[in-house]
């Protein structure tokens, strides 16, 4: 049957082949069923000879798809009319649907073509009538040989008079030799291409001649060059060449040869036809680039010809054959980028189809031309991905390989780069190589490759590398594991003197190489340090005073230091931060130019605002652009802001200039923005600033959004278009009392938002994270009904903040199949608590004491939300020690992720000792207990085991443990006593420790008795800081600390200056309140800035003294007069201010407490200072930091206050006449305003 339609070669043939052999059959299935006037035109004489029919008038074919009723003799007529081809049309999908029903049937029987013999090699089709492989002559040569079958077709489509014009003219020539004469190597005559004469016709007819053509062109005669031949041919006409139509069938043709690649038909051509290839594929890569998104291929319609990917697929090793020899590193630009946009799953069958001395020859040419070709880091992990696939073309991987590949090493993954075998490294290439490209590699490859050399059987130990291997490999030195490296001798060290500044050294290798570099005996050490280059970024404050004391603002080591701050080398909080800061208060910033001054905005958020104070206005100015991007403190911008005086007519362009600086912006200023738009500008670019928001900005911006939202409701019909790209943390950051207004589709903006940044919704106080989640669970699921998987998928976050109502309406199965989740999520207290009432209901885990490990390992970190009781129910059996350290280890890397730091901790040490009793404490009563080695320290946690356990530890155990002990603040005093005593059998009595073991023993100092503390020597800045930095001290062991410190340095309190004061950190409360009245109120108030982010331990007394210091001359002047950048950079130490003075504070004062300075007032005098006006005007994060202490002391009336300042005013006072009292403004009034201002936001971010 399928014969009967066909344009294939051969079909007349098996047409008479089955009438005679099966007339029958024949009769019945074309003349019958089918009638002469429904077959297709290369068959229709021959049928009409057969079964004796009519031949039918032509039609007017229509452009679209098919026409209803659609009979044969239109379907038929149309199949013959080649403008169009219509038939390709009708049988394709599109077309077949739309046919009607009734002649669906028949139309897919026609369209159907011969099965594929996947048998037979290589494949061919199986005809209707059992033949294998047809054979013979197509429609054009029996048309146009036949002469009653051309002169029957002719008079009705007379296209076929063109398509035989070459063959019944007698020119047997091939029709290619005027398209490829130019290209191919000398040739027989192949006469002129119809191809300008008649494109459709000459395409359509290109199957037929090629049989003549093989025979004629000895380059052509090998099947596997014909289909590199049709697939060039393609893209050498161009994508309209000869119609769609004939695109299509020459498509079609090219698929259906299939035949293999075999690169060396291109040998024949010449080097100009081998340019003209790589141009045109180029421009036609270039064109599809700019029409195709990266990532995504181009949709081909049914009838266009081959793709795009079909290029890169098929023709990928020939263009890299080609661009060997032509060396077009343009041509090849646009190839690497079209691989880098292909979808992943596409590269990958490229690459791995290509063989393999084909993709060799590919790297080959990505080395040579690596230098001239671009390529932006946004594809770096796509080119990375291209290497990572023609590296898996080679099992054995080789030096030469390895070089090839050195220009891709960059964008390898650390595990591609790892399947290099060590030995590699022994290859002088090889290295050279790695020395080239090591500039953009990234430190985990380097740190890979530098583990490869320590290979014992590469280069030996070490120490034993010699000068030669080491200026090899010394990209790669600095990434050595740092106990590797510091087995280099000082030999080894010194050969490489001048190559050590431009390594990229890390602290610790720096520090090494600086102990054999560094001669501080010889004279002149200004000299060495600048031959140090950037390794004297870590020299040490002792070792820069004995080279070259620091003392002039503007020297070059100074400055050399500067820029080591600048470029993140120098901590702005370490130790020679600090001593540079001591030379630049020493010597008073005025003495210096303002483009002086600009070179230490490095270390800028160091200074405190006494030192800014002194600053003239032009200097000031002068530092600005310097300032734009550090990130300064909320104290240093609002202090910058009024120095500044900025007008109110400031443009938002000028605003953005002024970076970071533009957060210290005054709530007065705000004010003055009279047009809405302007103002919602101004409040976008706020909420962009990488520093956020204060308190009080916030407090400010949502009651001036409030107070303009009264203007008129035409005016206010008009802000569309202003509102929109606000920014969606200012909708995030919407009061509480707004959350019930907020449109549904608000709400879910937010939703979105917390689900995608989670740490956002921790910046929120945990009354306003509830709030949120509450309102988002109202809008997903109203009350009454169940919460499905769905509405805990899009919570998210959120989930964790429900309250117990909300929580218990969760189906238990749903909860037990969302653990998992759970686990990552920080989880608010009410919330936590009930999830640990429901893992123990019989639905999800059951009951504790009936727990497997199974159950134990489901529950995850999750297990904490237990009950203490029900902890210690759990079987010892479920709680082995392997169990024990998985759930610890996932409990600490949650605690220190970054949303787990955010989320915050609560007290979990009784819930963690259950846990662990089975395993610390003996299984039996008349059993001792078990005494830990390290590893089970390390599988559970110091403070598991008690005081005696630790005491009798094995020295070894407790040595290899030391920095868990050093680092645990849960140890309680007794067990600070016993580590603090295997400390001592370690290393000594304590007025024998170094430095650096003092460092190394940190908080178990503690553990010293008050005659040990005296003995330890702590005339050492660094010393004396990190006992400063320890908090936990008892009175007394503080009075010690301090002491000792004053009586080893020889100094006077008086004579304290900024660094020490610093430095003595907690252990300043160890001075008595006269002594404290000694210090100097200038240095007092440069180090006030440090001091006030410490909960100092200080009495109420002490506290007052030092808040006194800062009104003294030489502080900030009377506390009336003070801005709230003073109050927030003085911190905690607003806690001693008196009560007259902190109950005169107005609110913009108030708003500029810290919140930890508000916790540590102490409550008697907190009740008594603030009245309930003046609490009330707390930011919420304020007001949250309210103690419980605090809030018992307070009146009735007050606790109402900071309740109320807690909710953002969502629960009012009980009488509306209180809150008009306090000052507080009526939110009710505009609440339609308000709400259309939230609706705007929530439909236009």
Same mark, same amino acid.
Request: aromatic share 6%; glycine share 8%.
């Given at each position: 049957?399928?014969?009967?339609?066909?344009?294939?070669?051969?079909?007349?043939?098996?047409?008479?082949?089955?009438?005679?052999?099966?007339?029958?059959?024949?009769?019945?299935?074309?003349?019958?069923?089918?009638? $002469?006037?429904?077959?297709?035109?290369?068959?229709?004489?021959?049928?009409?000879?057969?079964?004796?029919?009519?031949?039918?008038?032509?039609?007017?074919?229509?452009?679209?798809?098919?026409?209803?009723?659609?009979?044969?003799?239109?379907?038929?007529?149309? &199949?013959?009319?080649?403008?169009?081809?219509?038939?390709?049309?009708?049988?394709?999908?599109?077309?077949?649907?739309?046919?009607?029903?009734?002649?669906?049937?028949?139309?897919?029987?026609?369209?159907?073509?011969?099965?594929? %013999?996947?048998?037979? $090699?290589?494949?061919?089709?199986?005809?209707?009538?059992?033949?294998?492989?047809?054979?013979?002559?197509?429609?054009?040569?029996?048309?146009?040989?036949? %002469?009653?079958?051309?002169?029957?077709?002719?008079?009705?489509?007379?296209?076929?008079?063109?398509?035989?014009?070459?063959?019944?003219?007698?020119? %047997?020539?091939?029709?290619?030799?005027?398209?490829?004469?130019?290209?191919?190597?000398?040739?027989?005559?192949?006469?002129?291409?119809?191809?300008?004469?008649?494109?459709?016709? $000459?395409?359509?007819?290109?199957?037929?001649?090629?049989?003549?053509?093989?025979?004629?062109?000895?380059?052509?005669?090998?099947?596997?060059?014909?289909?590199?031949?049709?697939?060039?041919?393609?893209?050498?006409?161009?994508?309209?060449?000869?119609?769609?139509?004939?695109?299509?069938?020459?498509? #079609?043709?090219?698929?259906?040869?299939?035949?293999?690649?075999?690169?060396?038909?291109?040998?024949?051509?010449?080097?100009?036809?081998?340019?003209?290839?790589?141009?045109?594929?180029?421009?036609?890569?270039?064109?599809?680039?700019?029409?195709?998104?990266?990532?995504?291929?181009?949709?081909?319609?049914?009838?266009?010809?081959?793709?795009?990917?079909?290029?890169?697929?098929?023709?990928?090793?020939?263009?890299?054959?080609?661009?060997?020899?032509?060396?077009?590193?343009?041509?090849?630009?646009?190839?690497?980028?079209?691989?880098?946009?292909?979808?992943?799953?596409?590269?990958?069958?490229?690459?791995?189809?290509?063989?393999?001395?084909?993709?060799?020859?590919?790297?080959?040419?990505?080395?040579?031309?690596?230098?001239?070709?671009?390529?932006?880091?946004?594809?770096?992990?796509?080119?990375?991905?291209?290497?990572?696939?023609?590296?898996?073309?080679?099992?054995?991987?080789?030096?030469?390989?390895?070089?090839?590949?050195?220009?891709?090493?960059?964008?390898?993954?650390?595990?591609?780069?790892?399947?290099?075998?060590?030995?590699?490294?022994?290859?002088?290439?090889?290295?050279?190589?790695?020395?080239?490209?090591?500039?953009?590699?990234?430190?985990?490859?380097?740190?890979?490759?530098?583990?490869?050399?320590?290979?014992?059987?590469?280069?030996?130990?070490?120490?034993?590398?010699?000068?030669?291997?080491?200026?090899?490999?010394?990209?790669?030195?600095?990434?050595?594991?740092?106990?590797?490296?510091?087995?280099?001798? *000082?030999?080894?060290?010194?050969?490489?003197?001048?190559?050590?500044?431009?390594?990229?050294?890390?602290?610790?290798?720096?520090?090494?190489?600086?102990?054999?570099?560094?001669? #501080?005996?010889?004279?002149?050490?200004?000299?060495?340090?600048?031959?140090?280059?950037?390794?004297?970024?870590?020299?040490?404050?002792?070792?820069?005073?004995?080279?070259?004391?620091?003392?002039?603002?503007?020297?070059?080591?100074?400055?050399?230091?500067?820029?080591?701050?600048?470029?993140?080398?120098?901590?702005?909080?370490?130790?020679?931060?600090?001593?540079?800061?001591?030379?630049?208060?020493?010597?008073?910033?005025?003495?210096? =130019?303002?483009?002086?001054?600009?070179?230490?905005?490095?270390?800028?958020?160091?200074?405190?605002?006494?030192?800014?104070?002194?600053?003239?206005?032009?200097?000031?100015?002068?530092?600005?652009?310097?300032?734009? +991007?550090?990130?300064?403190?909320?104290?240093?911008?609002?202090?910058?802001?009024?120095?500044?005086?900025?007008?109110?007519?400031?443009?938002?362009?000028?605003?953005?200039?002024?970076?970071?600086?533009?957060?210290?912006?005054?709530?007065?200023?705000?004010?003055?923005?009279?047009?809405?738009?302007?103002?919602?500008?101004?409040?976008?670019?706020?909420?962009?600033?990488?520093?956020?928001?204060?308190?009080?900005?916030?407090?400010?911006?949502?009651?001036? /959004?409030?107070?303009?939202?009264?203007?008129? !409701?035409?005016?206010?019909?008009?802000?569309?278009?202003?509102?929109?790209?606000?920014?969606?943390?200012?909708?995030?950051?919407?009061?509480?009392?707004?959350?019930?207004?907020? =449109?549904?589709?608000?709400?879910?903006?937010?939703?979105?938002?917390?689900?995608?940044?989670?740490?956002?919704?921790?910046?929120?106080?945990?009354?306003?994270?509830?709030?949120?989640?509450?309102?988002?669970?109202?809008?997903?699921?109203?009350?009454?009904?169940?919460?499905?998987?769905?509405?805990?998928?899009?919570?998210?976050?959120?989930?964790?903040?429900?309250?117990?109502?909300?929580?218990?309406?969760?189906?238990?199965?749903?909860?037990?199949?969302?653990?998992?989740?759970?686990?990552?999520?920080?989880?608010?207290?009410? &919330?936590?608590?009930?999830?640990?009432? /429901?893992?123990?209901?019989?639905?999800?885990?059951?009951? *504790?004491?009936?727990?497997?490990?199974?159950?134990?390992?489901?529950?995850?970190?999750?297990?904490?939300?237990?009950?203490?009781?029900?902890?210690?129910?759990?079987?010892?059996?479920?709680?082995?020690?392997?169990?024990?350290?998985?759930?610890?280890?996932?409990?600490?890397?949650?605690?220190?992720?970054?949303?787990?730091?955010?989320?915050?901790?609560?007290?979990?040490?009784?819930?963690?000792?259950?846990?662990?009793? +089975?395993?610390?404490?003996?299984?039996?009563?008349?059993?001792?207990?078990?005494?830990?080695?390290?590893?089970?320290?390390?599988?559970?946690? *110091?403070?598991?085991?008690?005081?005696?356990?630790?005491?009798?530890?094995?020295?070894? %155990?407790?040595?290899?443990?030391?920095?868990?002990?050093?680092?645990?603040?849960?140890?309680?005093?007794?067990?600070?006593?016993?580590?603090? +005593?295997?400390?001592?059998?370690?290393?000594?009595?304590?007025?024998?420790?170094?430095?650096?073991?003092?460092?190394?023993?940190?908080?178990?100092?503690?553990?010293?008795?008050?005659?040990?503390?005296?003995?330890?020597?702590?005339?050492?800045?660094?010393?004396?800081?990190?006992?400063?930095?320890?908090?936990?001290?008892? =009175?007394?062991?503080?009075?010690?600390?301090?002491?000792?410190?004053?009586?080893?340095?020889?100094?006077?309190?008086?004579?304290?200056?900024?660094?020490?004061?610093?430095?003595?950190?907690?252990?300043?409360?160890?001075?008595?309140? !006269?002594?404290?009245?000694?210090?100097?109120?200038?240095?007092?108030?440069?180090?006030?800035?440090?001091?006030?982010?410490?909960?100092?331990?200080?009495?109420?007394? #002490?506290?007052?003294?030092?808040?006194?210091?800062?009104?003294?001359?030489?502080?900030?002047?009377?506390?009336?007069?003070?801005?709230?950048?003073?109050?927030?950079?003085?911190?905690?130490?607003?806690?001693?201010?008196?009560?007259?003075?902190?109950?005169?504070?107005?609110?913009?004062?108030?708003?500029?407490?810290?919140?930890?300075?508000?916790?540590?007032?102490?409550?008697?005098?907190?009740?008594?200072?603030?009245?309930?006006?003046?609490?009330?005007?707390?930011?919420?994060?304020?007001?949250?930091?309210?103690?419980?202490?605090?809030?018992?002391?307070?009146?009735?009336?007050?606790?109402?206050?900071?309740?109320?300042?807690?909710?953002?005013?969502?629960?009012?006072?009980?009488?509306?006449?209180?809150?008009?009292?306090?000052?507080?403004?009526?939110?009710?009034?505009?609440?339609?305003?308000?709400?259309?201002?939230?609706? $705007?936001?929530?439909?236009?971010?």
């Amino acid at each position: 049957m399928w014969y009967a339609v066909s344009w294939a070669p051969g079909a007349q043939g098996w047409l008479q082949a089955c009438h005679d052999q099966f007339p029958d059959q024949f009769l019945e299935a074309i003349c019958s069923n089918l009638s $002469f006037s429904a077959l297709s035109g290369p068959n229709r004489r021959l049928v009409k000879q057969l079964c004796a029919g009519l031949l039918p008038p032509p039609t007017n074919c229509p452009e679209g798809l098919p026409p209803a009723p659609l009979t044969p003799e239109v379907f038929w007529g149309c &199949f013959l009319e080649n403008e169009t081809l219509w038939a390709e049309r009708l049988c394709g999908e599109a077309g077949l649907q739309a046919v009607p029903p009734s002649n669906q049937a028949w139309v897919q029987h026609v369209c159907q073509g011969p099965t594929p %013999d996947v048998t037979a $090699f290589p494949p061919c089709h199986v005809g209707p009538c059992g033949e294998r492989c047809p054979d013979g002559g197509s429609f054009l040569m029996m048309v146009c040989a036949n %002469d009653t079958m051309y002169e029957a077709l002719v008079p009705f489509w007379p296209w076929l008079a063109g398509q035989c014009r070459i063959s019944r003219g007698g020119n %047997d020539t091939c029709f290619l030799e005027g398209l490829l004469g130019p290209l191919l190597p000398s040739l027989p005559p192949l006469g002129p291409s119809p191809l300008c004469l008649a494109p459709a016709p $000459f395409l359509l007819g290109m199957l037929s001649q090629l049989p003549r053509c093989q025979s004629s062109v000895p380059a052509l005669a090998h099947s596997t060059r014909l289909h590199y031949l049709l697939r060039l041919l393609t893209f050498l006409l161009g994508p309209g060449a000869g119609g769609t139509e004939a695109q299509g069938m020459l498509g #079609q043709a090219l698929m259906l040869s299939s035949l293999p690649d075999n690169c060396s038909f291109w040998d024949a051509f010449r080097p100009e036809g081998r340019r003209s290839v790589l141009r045109t594929v180029g421009e036609y890569l270039e064109r599809e680039e700019q029409l195709t998104p990266p990532g995504f291929e181009p949709t081909a319609s049914p009838s266009s010809g081959i793709t795009k990917m079909e290029l890169l697929a098929c023709f990928s090793p020939v263009l890299w054959d080609l661009l060997q020899r032509e060396k077009s590193v343009w041509a090849l630009q646009i190839l690497v980028q079209a691989y880098l946009h292909m979808p992943p799953e596409n590269l990958q069958q490229l690459v791995l189809s290509a063989e393999r001395e084909a993709a060799q020859g590919f790297l080959t040419l990505m080395h040579r031309s690596w230098a001239q070709l671009q390529v932006p880091p946004s594809e770096e992990q796509a080119l990375g991905r291209l290497t990572a696939l023609l590296l898996q073309r080679y099992p054995r991987l080789t030096s030469q390989l390895f070089i090839d590949l050195s220009p891709l090493i960059p964008f390898l993954a650390v595990s591609d780069l790892m399947r290099f075998p060590p030995s590699l490294l022994a290859n002088d290439s090889v290295l050279a190589a790695i020395r080239d490209y090591s500039p953009g590699m990234r430190p985990e490859q380097k740190e890979a490759l530098a583990k490869r050399l320590l290979a014992p059987e590469l280069f030996g130990e070490v120490p034993a590398w010699s000068q030669e291997l080491l200026w090899a490999v010394l990209p790669l030195l600095p990434h050595l594991p740092l106990e590797n490296f510091l087995q280099l001798s *000082p030999h080894q060290i010194q050969a490489l003197e001048d190559s050590w500044p431009a390594a990229g050294l890390g602290p610790g290798h720096a520090r090494h190489v600086l102990r054999s570099l560094v001669n #501080q005996s010889v004279q002149d050490g200004e000299e060495q340090v600048r031959r140090l280059g950037p390794l004297a970024c870590f020299l040490s404050p002792e070792e820069l005073q004995s080279l070259v004391p620091l003392s002039d603002p503007m020297g070059p080591v100074e400055r050399g230091l500067l820029e080591c701050a600048a470029n993140g080398t120098l901590s702005p909080q370490g130790r020679v931060a600090y001593e540079l800061l001591g030379v630049l208060r020493s010597s008073g910033g005025a003495v210096l =130019s303002p483009l002086e001054l600009r070179v230490w905005a490095p270390l800028f958020p160091q200074l405190g605002l006494r030192f800014l104070q002194e600053l003239s206005e032009p200097q000031l100015r002068a530092m600005l652009p310097a300032l734009q +991007g550090t990130s300064v403190t909320p104290a240093q911008a609002q202090f910058l802001w009024k120095k500044m005086q900025v007008p109110t007519n400031l443009t938002l362009r000028n605003l953005q200039a002024l970076g970071t600086l533009a957060g210290g912006m005054s709530c007065e200023f705000l004010q003055q923005i009279n047009l809405m738009a302007d103002f919602l500008e101004v409040v976008h670019m706020i909420y962009q600033l990488p520093t956020g928001v204060r308190g009080s900005l916030r407090a400010c911006i949502w009651a001036e /959004l409030q107070r303009k939202m009264t203007m008129p !409701e035409p005016e206010l019909a008009t802000l569309g278009s202003e509102l929109s790209g606000l920014d969606t943390k200012l909708l995030l950051d919407s009061p509480i009392y707004l959350m019930d207004r907020l =449109s549904n589709e608000s709400i879910m903006l937010m939703v979105e938002l917390v689900r995608r940044a989670p740490e956002q919704l921790l910046a929120l106080t945990p009354l306003h994270r509830v709030a949120l989640a509450e309102r988002a669970l109202q809008n997903l699921a109203p009350k009454e009904t169940t919460v499905s998987r769905e509405v805990l998928e899009t919570l998210g976050p959120l989930v964790g903040f429900l309250g117990i109502e909300s929580t218990r309406r969760i189906p238990l199965p749903i909860l037990l199949a969302h653990l998992n989740q759970l686990q990552g999520f920080c989880l608010g207290e009410p &919330f936590a608590t009930e999830l640990g009432w /429901l893992l123990s209901q019989e639905p999800i885990l059951g009951k *504790p004491e009936l727990w497997s490990e199974g159950e134990v390992e489901q529950a995850g970190r999750l297990v904490l939300t237990l009950s203490t009781e029900a902890i210690s129910l759990i079987p010892r059996e479920a709680l082995g020690p392997e169990t024990l350290e998985r759930l610890l280890e996932k409990q600490q890397s949650w605690e220190q992720s970054r949303v787990g730091q955010l989320c915050g901790t609560p007290q979990l040490a009784p819930k963690k000792a259950a846990l662990v009793a +089975g395993v610390v404490r003996p299984t039996a009563e008349d059993l001792s207990e078990p005494v830990p080695n390290c590893a089970d320290v390390r599988g559970t946690f *110091p403070a598991a085991w008690s005081a005696t356990q630790i005491a009798e530890m094995e020295l070894s %155990d407790f040595e290899d443990c030391l920095a868990l002990f050093a680092g645990d603040p849960g140890l309680g005093p007794e067990e600070l006593r016993a580590a603090m +005593g295997k400390a001592k059998q370690l290393w000594g009595p304590p007025r024998g420790f170094r430095p650096e073991q003092i460092l190394q023993l940190s908080r178990l100092l503690i553990g010293l008795g008050e005659r040990e503390l005296q003995e330890l020597i702590l005339v050492d800045w660094g010393v004396l800081s990190t006992l400063g930095q320890i908090d936990g001290w008892s =009175s007394i062991q503080l009075r010690v600390v301090v002491s000792s410190f004053l009586r080893q340095s020889g100094r006077h309190v008086s004579h304290l200056d900024f660094l020490h004061l610093t430095a003595l950190g907690y252990t300043l409360c160890g001075l008595r309140p !006269e002594e404290l009245q000694h210090i100097s109120s200038w240095e007092f108030s440069q180090a006030a800035l440090f001091l006030g982010n410490l909960h100092l331990q200080c009495s109420e007394e #002490q506290l007052e003294v030092l808040a006194q210091l800062l009104v003294l001359p030489g502080g900030f002047g009377p506390v009336s007069n003070w801005g709230p950048e003073i109050f927030t950079e003085i911190g905690t130490i607003a806690a001693g201010i008196p009560d007259l003075a902190l109950s005169a504070l107005l609110q913009e004062q108030i708003q500029g407490l810290t919140p930890l300075a508000i916790s540590v007032i102490p409550a008697p005098k907190f009740a008594v200072v603030f009245s309930p006006t003046q609490l009330s005007s707390l930011t919420s994060v304020q007001a949250m930091a309210v103690t419980p202490e605090q809030m018992a002391f307070l009146s009735p009336e007050q606790r109402r206050a900071v309740v109320w300042a807690q909710h953002e005013g969502k629960e009012s006072p009980e009488q509306q006449g209180r809150s008009t009292a306090w000052g507080l403004q009526d939110w009710s009034q505009p609440s339609w305003a308000m709400a259309l201002t939230i609706c $705007f936001l929530g439909n236009l971010i």
